[in-house]
Antibody
Framework: QVQLVQSGAEVKKPGASVKVSCKASGYTFTSYDINWVRQATGQGLEWMGWMNPNSDNTGYAQKFQGRVTMTRNTSISTAYMELSSLRSEDTAVYYC????????WGQGTLVTVSS | DIQMTQSPSSLSASVGDRVTITCRASQGISNYLAWFQQKPGKAPKSLIYAASSLQSGVPSKFSGSGSGTDFTLTISSLQPEDFATYYCQQYNTYPFTFGPGTKVDIK
């Protein structure tokens, strides 16, 4: 069965960077885009961007341009999302999701930004 | 960016009720509309894609309709496991955008 398994919770100081991983299994990793979505506590879902694991093409929401980088390692079927210059407002659960229709989701990674 | 709105923002319903949630896009998105269910502390779960196509394994009590700018999600007979927050999302145009969510709780 398809699984997206994300890395564990992170605590970061303001100004630092965080890199979240998303390991895919159960399907051909290069056949589906990976999207990243975040959700602050008690808030709605916010799309951050996408990556095509085959071409390595990416697209980011303007809000995150210059601060987010999405990459992948096809040899281990893993996608990464790195967010830099963290601020308290970036405290949220970060999710990866498969495909343009977000068919499958990772379990989420809590990133806490606190001094 | 395409703005997505949902109504109502919350509703209280009883087991067995038929529930309808509306989603509106600020501009036409053809049928590139998905619905998700999210329970507290869990990742969203895909219910419907392409406005009306049921994801594999999703019970047929869920149905979606609409095209262009107006869409609906209907739950034909609400069960205890259906109490959750529901989000619509457009994937016609980048940036993809989500509606603010509709929380369905027990009356």
């Amino acid at each position: 069965q398809v699984q997206l398994v994300q890395s564990g919770a992170e605590v970061k100081k303001p100004g630092a960077s965080v890199k979240v991983s998303c390991k895919a299994s159960g399907y051909t990793f290069t056949s589906y885009d990976i999207n990243w979505v975040r959700q602050a506590t008690g808030q709605g879902l916010e799309w951050m961007g996408w990556m095509n694991p085959n071409s390595d093409n990416t697209g980011y929401a303007q809000k995150f341009q210059g601060r987010v980088t999405m990459t992948r390692n096809t040899s281990i079927s893993t996608a990464y999302m790195e967010l830099s210059s963290l601020r308290s407002e970036d405290t949220a659960v970060y999710y990866c999701a498969r495909g343009e229709d977000f068919l499958d989701w990772g379990q989420g990674t809590l990133v806490t930004v606190s001094s | 960016d395409i703005q997505m709105t949902q109504s109502p923002s919350s509703l209280s319903a009883s087991v067995g009720d038929r529930v309808t949630i509306t989603c509106r896009a600020s501009q036409g998105i053809s049928n590139y509309l998905a619905w998700f269910q999210q329970k507290p502390g869990k990742a969203p779960k895909s219910l419907i894609y392409a406005a009306s196509s049921l994801q594999s394994g999703v019970p047929s009590k869920f149905s979606g309709s609409g095209s262009g700018t107006d869409f609906t999600l209907t739950i034909s007979s609400l069960q205890p496991e259906d109490f959750a927050t529901y989000y619509c999302q457009q994937y016609n145009t980048y940036p993809f955008t989500f509606g603010p969510g509709t929380k369905v709780d027990i009356k």
